[in-house]
């Protein structure tokens, strides 16, 4: 039995998700999860550092994750929100080209603390995810996992949106393939009671 909460990303628990992306020096070489964001009327991302930029997307309601928290301590997060939000992903213009009904929700990127990967936390930042969106009104949700080569070791560190097994087992439908090991796979939320 876990004593993990998911919480929203707000600039309540922003504090957290800050400590959690400094212990690792920003993530990803310094993205501060900022990679897949564009500009918004309000904020310009080459005139702020990209730690700045991600507060400011949060203080905007423009910037949407589930936090994994350990106590006071976020561990892990998962990164959702619309295409509008998130539209810088990778294989974009392969992506587009298959694309027949876009969908409302996108999951881009998961960060697991180093002494919580292989824990089951991306399993559990992901749930939240979902259970956010359904909260939200639910809807169609695309993502864009890794597809693993039998055998092959592959650093958890260098899976930043997750696996195809591990979305297959959240419910999620495999559609296509984008890039080398890009899946694009698909999942419909159902809105939250209440």
């Known amino acids: 039995m876990t004593s993990h909460v ?4 707000t600039p309540e ?8 992306a400094k212990k690792h020096n920003g993530v990803w070489g310094g993205c501060y999860c900022s990679y897949f964001h564009d500009d918004t ?3 310009v991302k080459d005139e702020h550092d990209r730690a700045t930029f991600k507060q400011r ?10 936090l994994v928290f350990d106590g006071d301590d976020a561990i892990a997060w998962c990164e959702y929100g619309s295409p509008v939000e998130l539209p810088n992903i990778y294989h974009r213009k392969q992506y587009d080209a298959g694309e027949t009904k876009p969908a409302p929700w996108r999951i881009t990127c998961f960060f697991v603390d180093r002494d919580h990967r ?6 559990e930042a992901l749930d939240g ?19 693993l080569a039998p055998g092959k070791k592959t650093s958890s ?21 984008i890039g080398k090991s890009k899946t694009v796979m698909r999942k419909t939320v159902l809105p939250a009671h209440g």
């Open 118 to 123: 292989r824990s089951g936390a991306a399993r």
């Open 41 to 43: 009327e309000q904020t």
């Open 129 to 147: 995810a979902l259970e956010l969106i359904a909260q939200a009104g639910g809807g169609e949700v695309v993502s864009f996992p890794n597809e």
């Open 13 to 20: 628990t922003f504090p957290a998700w800050l400590a959690l």
């Open 57 to 66: 997307l949060v203080a905007e309601g423009v910037a949407h994750a589930a």
């Open 157 to 177: 560190s260098f899976l930043h949106n997750g696996t195809r097994t591990m979305f297959e087992k959240a419910g999620f439908t495999f559609e296509r393939h």
């Open 6 to 9: 998911i919480r929203p990303l």
